[in-house]
């Protein structure tokens, strides 16, 4: 066993007029053995959100969230009736009622609640719904499927959250993990831009492409402060330690990002290009407009890896400049000891026919020879620099 199914407790305890003490003490006992059962056995809790709100009052589920106990995996469903702009939440059952009725809907799932009931509802079979990794947007003649991404910096690298879209004329089916950043802001917004500006199940799309590019804006908006600090290290001697490393990472996520934007356009560009009869005009105007985004995105993105590719072309050609002028240095003393060197060798040799052995102011015309050399090579280089500057 997996887990363990308490919705019918919920019910339960929502059908019950509860006046007697000893109902709800039954219930809350019931209940809390479950719990301490899954909490020995280290079994999950399967509990529809709906069941939960309504067990809050027999038993502390903030408790059960601390063990990891809670698990959500009843699909939530949304309702938009566009004529009389009415929203709801319904059951699953009620799904076909309603949509025979005229209403829109969105069923916000997890990636593993796409069941066959589901698949039967819009025609689909299970072919369809398989994720192609090299394949982001499919367009039929009623329905397309596509994928966005999520970019989340992380000290790694850039971490990607997928969430794929199925949408049909009065269905929209989205999956997507339960951190998803851009379903989260889609919920939040979804019934208030419903109720002020939506005339058809096309501004759900608008909602979810939009929120992915505002992910993609802040996600550059974080890279971009990286390049700003990594530009500022390499003028400071102290903090370039690691400047390679952390650069090269830099680009390799800018580059993903700008991989990430692309296949958006795609997207769009999928979506925009020709008439869809499951996708009205004005959805896709408003499509349209957000693939002027994109292009500016992308364009950031490209100055953001010029701007640190030319911040690390000046670092390593003032570095050479460095080193050029240590070099000269040092070749210039190289240049006045050489002679010195060369006449130290050839007096040095323990031979006996050498006639300046002999001589009785030898040694100090040695270092006068030296010492004249030495002014001469001096002079003749502080000429040739002068020449050249």
Known sequence: MNAIEIHLFGIL?????????KCVRFISTQLNLIVCFCIEKNENLVIDPKTL????TYINFSYLQSFDLIEYVIMKIWAFHFPSKE??????????DYRSKGWKLWYDLKPNQFDKELLSLVNLDEDNIEDDPYIWVHVDQHFTKFRLSECHVTPDGISDVYVRIFYFEDVCITLAPEDSVILDNVRRHAEKDFREFARSMGFLLFEIVEHALNGYGRTLQVLANNN???????????????IFKETSLLLENLM????HLSMTMEVLSRLTNRKLSFLSEGSQGGLKML??????????????????????????????????????????????FLPLSFMAAVYGMNLKDIPEYEWDYGYP????AAFVISFCIIVFQRRHLRQEN
């Open 13 to 21: 305890a929502l059908r019950l007029y509860i006046t007697n003490v």
């Open 53 to 56: 709100g309504r067990l809050s």
């Open 87 to 96: 929203f709801r939440y319904i059951e699953p059952e009620e799904a076909r």
């Open 228 to 242: 700003q600090s990594i530009r500022g290290a390499l003028n400071n001697s102290s903090t370039q330690q690691n």
């Open 256 to 259: 993903t990002l700008r991989r």
């Open 291 to 336: 693939k002027s985004r994109i292009v500016l995105l992308q364009g950031e993105v490209v100055s953001e890896r010029d701007s640190l590719a030319s911040a690390l072309n000046l670092y390593l050609g003032i570095n050479a400049h460095r080193t050029n002028q240590i070099m000269k240095q040092l070749t210039v003393v190289s240049f006045v």
């Open 365 to 368: 015309l040695f270092w006068l």
